[in-house]
T-cell receptor, first 113, second 114 residues
């Protein structure tokens, strides 16, 4: 079973920041948090991952709370092409390179003009 | 970024036939690859973990004799759906882990069994 819970859907205005929350209260000390998104009928696209510290790349920022029980993915300036299902995933059983990704139901983000 | 490819992108077959799907990591070596299945309007379900040079590890409820996995090299894993039936129709997606720990997914293969 997935170790994360996310709201099933969210809306965001184009050009605004999209903040997608995720709860992972049973996360263990060596388990990473990963974010992916999936546009209809395509394979999931990697966005970002982290362990304890906040992370930022060209796509997004990942904010992980100090107790690691929740995180937030931030898309700083959402565009219509960011409309997708966003999955927050805890890599189970193996740190950064081992283990496996168990997908939950994700959040369907709709970016509106 | 790293690329994972799948072939074919879609396939239609008759009930009872076997179908092979290939998954390749194009610009990195992957000792571990994964196979997922996704039904319409559902999330991805992990089927098995494929390790280069060893037998695949299947998730509970996935029939290993029906879904044959071969990971013969560091850049290629194959999934063979044997004696396919209409209920096996689904979107099959593979993924591979790079040395940096990033897990990349292929574009998926749409299987339709008539």
């Amino acid at each position: 079973d997935a170790k994360t819970t996310q709201p099933p859907s969210m809306d965001c205005a184009e050009g605004r920041a999209a903040n997608l929350p995720c709860n992972h209260s049973t996360i263990s000390g060596n388990e990473y948090v990963y974010w992916y998104r999936q546009i209809h009928s395509q394979g999931p696209q990697y966005i970002i991952h982290g362990l304890k510290n906040n992370e930022t790349n060209e796509m997004a920022s990942l904010i992980i709370t100090e107790d690691r029980k929740s995180s937030t993915l931030i898309l700083p300036h959402a565009t219509l092409r960011d409309t997708a299902v966003y999955y927050c995933i805890v890599r189970v059983g193996g740190g950064n390179q081992g283990g496996k990704l168990i997908f939950g139901q994700g959040t369907e983000l709709s970016v509106k003009p | 970024g790293a690329v994972v490819s799948q072939h074919p992108s879609w396939v239609i077959c008759k009930s009872g036939t076997s179908v092979k799907i290939e998954c390749r990591s194009l610009d990195f070596q992957a000792t571990t690859m994964f196979w997922y299945r996704q039904f319409p309007k559902q999330s991805l379900m992990l089927m098995a973990t494929s390790n280069e040079g060893s037998k695949a590890t299947y998730e509970q409820g996935v029939e290993k004799d029906k879904f044959l996995i071969n990971h013969a090299s560091l850049t290629l894993s194959t999934l063979t759906v044997t004696s396919a039936h209409p209920e096996d129709s689904s979107f099959y997606i593979c993924s591979a882990i790079s040395q940096r720990g990033e897990q990349f997914f292929g574009p998926g293969t749409r299987l339709t069994v008539l």
